[in-house]
């Protein structure tokens, strides 16, 4: 008897009151809006899933505090019409130094004019890549010998042993080495065949540079390059005939490894240099990055925006500057930190809710207007025959 009582009780709580079968009447209209119904609940359902089974990416923005990591530059670019026996590569950093605790890994191949390869890639040295060559032709000649400078003495008893030295005293005295040719030593290490041999190429460079991780710049320019009284200058007066046609084509710029959804804006850039001798310039911000992916794993990489910068130079100009692919790198105070994350099950949940919810009461308002239409439509017909 109570426990009876409790469920009639009970019974007033019911919000989902039912009527009986026998005064249900199923319309056409009402199928046709529970098919079109369903189809969309359907659709929706299907739309949510895939947004739940996507990862949610999310960013944070702080001052970067990590410390004494490298900075890895990667890069692959190619100088259709410069020989890879111009092109040096230079990296140095706000601390002054000039290639030191540089590691790299720079290989260059040389190409034909129409972008093959020619032989084998050879392993760059950063800076001054004639020592070896000198270093193996000394060996086999009388090192206290003493040859001329061809004019070019600083000093009486001057000796100028090998091309190099010939060169140096050249820019000391600020002539042009136009007639390599003519003189012995350079002669005797082959320099002249050796540029004339490359003349007409290109060449691919690729690889990576380690380097601290504070602004600096690096680039890739024709002519030997050498520090004189702390200052950078790369001698162009060997080539002071030849005419660089800059063109480049970036195939990968980067600072640190990938991450889903990193972008390079120097990645797959084609520059043509429309006249000789033009100096190309990219003003580079980076911003350290960190990735955590949902195996929490760490990954410390970079992103960087660009700005460029173009010019001809020439002596003649008085435009100071060389011609080459200047990069200058700033390193931002503030790091990005990614997080991957899992979409929450219960906001899926109440999605989906929603959803059938939300298309089941619109349904029904849908069906109860057609419903009733239908009916005064009828109304007024069947007045209509009567009178
Ligand atoms: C440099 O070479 C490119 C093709 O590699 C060409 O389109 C461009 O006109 C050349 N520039 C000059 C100044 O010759």
Redesign the pocket.
Known sequence: MQAKDILQKLRRFDAYPKTLEDFRVKTFGGAAVTVISGILMVILFVSELNYYLTTEVHADLFVDTSRGQKLRINMDVTF??VSCAFLSIDAMDVTGETQIDVDHNIYKERLDLQGNPMEDPEKEVIGDKSEDIIESLKLTLNTSRCESCYGAETYNGQCCNTCEEVREAYRKKGWAFITPAEIEQCKREGFTEKLEKQQNEGCHLYGYLEVNKVAGNFHIAPGKSFQQHHVHVHDLQAFSGTKF?M?HSIKHFSFGQDYPGLQNPLDHLEV?????QMMFQYFVKIVPTTYLNLDEKVLYTNQYSITTNSKVVSATSGDQGLPGMFMMYELSPMMVKYTEQKRSFFHFLTGVCAIIGGVFTVAGLVDAFIFHSAKMIQKKIDLGKAS
Do not use: G, L, M, Q
């Open positions: 259709p019409r046609n063109t043509v240099a429309h006249k000789d």
